[in-house]
């Protein structure tokens, strides 16, 4: 068969991602910080817009006159009120001849420069480093502390064998060994041994030097330590339960981790895009954006389009910056509406969650949002991503309120996180000297109608952190021996 090649016209429909499109897709799945900094970014970048600061006196305050002529400059960009105002600032404030000069001047630069100061945190790596030099007694000593210091990791631990260390340096593992024992009693001590039970040997011989017991419970039995197995430990030792219980006080005094109280992660400050409030059976939403950005397109620039005389390449580059920032505004205005439409049609089917708080989430899915609102099951996953809800019991991210549903032999419904409050509640009324199993508790379950495998119990329970039955029982003796 011939290949041969034809001119022809073809009429087909596929889908264009605009740049509006992909824009306001973005937005979307922004929190309202971000979306606060990327408007800052484009107030940078696009020379049409600007910072609309409408913080003047109200329409209804000002007189027919005042308001034509502060349109007149607002829209015009006459800057020629503002140049006046700065030169009599300027004016008045030259004191270059001499005469009377206000005393509070130097405050002011020694304010501001006490305020604009960067505190400088010193890192763990940065404070080792600093000991190590003082301590180390030549340069090869000093070059080994160094490659030592710069491998511990933020908990304060060395995650790197030995022989590693000491092929890399060129010098022997003693050495390198004799080096790590010298900086784990540098401050913090504890730092740059390999496991957690090795630092927590370190501080216990530096702070209870003469408690051979507590040096033994490290040594000897840190397994059955983790594992609570007292009973073991004090066998072993031949000492009272009451004593082992006394020792682990002392244990409880040491940190896992040495490194961590130099560790120079950031805290997350969440700030709420939405507050959601139950009033008289209303929820009422209100959108926290008040601190984002306003803008608006400088008037200036929609007149330069208008003129005839004007190059055309900087017309062509004005009329592009303009449909830029009407975009923007566009898909910030579309964003918002979006979230508020979102949110509140969760906040319909969690009506219980406001008015009762945590344990009371109904079954929900992105799937019946996206029904309700009219969207598509994507576009709820980006309006609820990064987002968080200020409500009466506290701050919520909004995938927060979508919960899977359980199956249940009644018509009630039943979601995952009513079932792990009812766990958390029948383990807290249960008898302390004997625990309930996971068994017994997926029957407890199965009276109240849910269905649901013990595999789930032991997940739901790990959630929340409740230790299995035996552990429980464990813990429930000491604390009561302990009280004796």
């Not at 970014?41 to 000002?62: K, T």
């Not at 001849?97 to 130097?106: C, K, L, N, P, T």
């Not at 997926?442 to 552990?471: D, E, F, M």
Request: aromatic share 6%; hydrophobic share 35%; charged share 30%.
């Amino acid at each position: 068969m011939a290949v041969t090649i034809k001119i022809g016209q073809q009429q087909t429909q596929k889908l264009v991602m605009t740049q509006s499109l992909k824009q306001s897709i973005e937005m979307l799945q922004l929190s309202t910080q971000d979306l606060a900094e990327t408007i800052s970014q484009e107030l940078i970048e696009n020379p049409v817009l600007e910072e609309d600061f409408s913080a003047g006196p109200s329409l209804s305050e000002m007189d027919g006159g005042e308001l034509v002529s502060g349109l007149t400059q607002r829209l015009s960009g006459d800057d020629s009120l503002a140049q006046r105002m700065d030169e009599k600032d300027l004016s008045y404030a030259d004191v270059s001849d001499g005469g009377y000069q206000a005393d509070y001047g130097d405050d002011d630069r020694k304010r501001k420069f006490i305020e604009n100061m960067v505190a400088h945190r010193e890192s763990l790596t940065e404070h080792l480093l600093s000991q190590g030099r003082i301590a180390s007694k030549s340069e090869k000593e000093q070059r080994l502390f160094e490659s030592i210091i710069t491998a511990i990791d933020e908990r304060g631990l060395l995650p790197y064998p030995v022989e590693d260390i000491a092929r890399e340096n060129a010098v022997t593992e003693q050495e390198v060994r004799d080096a790590i024992e010298v900086i784990a009693n540098f401050d913090p001590p504890g730092c740059g041994v390999p496991t957690v039970r090795e630092s927590l040997l370190v501080q216990a011989r530096g702070m209870y030097p003469d408690d051979a017991v507590l040096e033994k419970f490290l040594l000897d039995h840190f397994s059955d330590l983790e594992k609570l197995d007292y009973d073991k430990i004090a066998r072993a030792l031949n000492i009272t339960l009451q004593d082992v219980v006394e020792k682990t006080k002392l244990l409880n005094t040491l940190t896992p981790y040495p490194g961590r109280q130099y560790s120079m992660k950031d805290i997350r400050y969440i700030i709420p895009d939405v507050e959601v409030q139950c009033v008289d059976g209303e929820i009422i939403i209100t959108v926290n954006d008040d601190w984002v950005p306003q803008v608006r397109i400088n008037r200036y620039y929609i007149d330069l389009l208008k003129k005839k005389n004007i190059d055309k390449n900087l017309k062509e580059y004005i009329r592009e910056k303009v449909q830029s920032a009407r975009y923007l505004m566009r898909n910030v205005s579309n964003r918002r509406d979006t979230i508020v439409r979102v949110v509140a049609a969760i906040m319909q089917h969690q009506s219980d969650f406001l008015m009762r708080g945590p344990g009371h989430l109904m079954p929900l899915t992105h799937t019946e949002i996206a029904g309700e609102v009219g969207m598509h099951e994507s576009t709820i996953s980006r309006v609820t991503s990064n987002k968080f809800v200020q409500t009466a019991w506290g701050v919520y991210e909004l995938k927060y309120f979508f919960v899977s549903k359980l199956r249940s032999s009644n018509d009630e419904q039943y979601s995952s996180e009513k079932v792990i409050s009812l766990i958390k509640d029948i383990v807290a009324a249960e008898d302390p000297l004997n625990p309930l199993s996971d068994d017994a508790i997926l029957v407890k379950l199965q009276k109240l109608g849910i269905i649901l495998s013990r595999r789930t119990i032991a997940k739901y329970r790990g959630i929340v952190h409740i230790p299995p039955s035996n552990k429980r029982k464990k813990l429930n003796m000491i604390k009561s021996e302990a009280k004796l």
